[in-house]
């Protein structure tokens, strides 16, 4: 009954590794998205204003909100490495975990032949 509930607060490594697999996934469609946004450049002070008029008319995006968008997609790029070190180390503890529950149970049934002899 204890290793019922035991087995219940892990997370099964399949589970682990399509979330590895999500990540990778979606890390290399937020690099594919930063890509083609475009760069900042400082010197473009003339077409600055150009681009807030165009903002204003048509709704485009002006370059504060393109940095904006830039600095958002970096913050996410750094959480989704986090969140991949993350599952690296879970998956990491739940292979010694499993590990060690092996050599417990081998433990055990070595005892168990021993008292019952």
Do not use: C, W
């Amino acid at each position: 009954m204890i290793v019922s509930k035991q087995q219940k607060e892990f997370t099964p490594i399949s589970v682990l590794k399509q979330i590895e697999m999500l990540l990778k996934i979606l890390e290399s469609r937020l690099l594919n998205f930063q890509q083609m946004l475009p760069k900042l450049d400082s010197r473009r002070g003339i077409l600055n204003f150009g681009s807030n008029i165009l903002h204003t008319l048509f709704g485009i995006a002006t370059m504060s909100e393109l940095h904006t968008l830039h600095e958002t997609l970096d913050e996410l790029k750094f959480k989704d490495i986090d969140i991949t070190r993350s599952v690296a180390n879970q998956v990491t503890y739940v292979k010694s975990l499993d590990h060690a529950v092996r050599v417990n149970s081998d433990a055990i049934l070595n005892l168990s032949i021993i008292l019952k002899n």
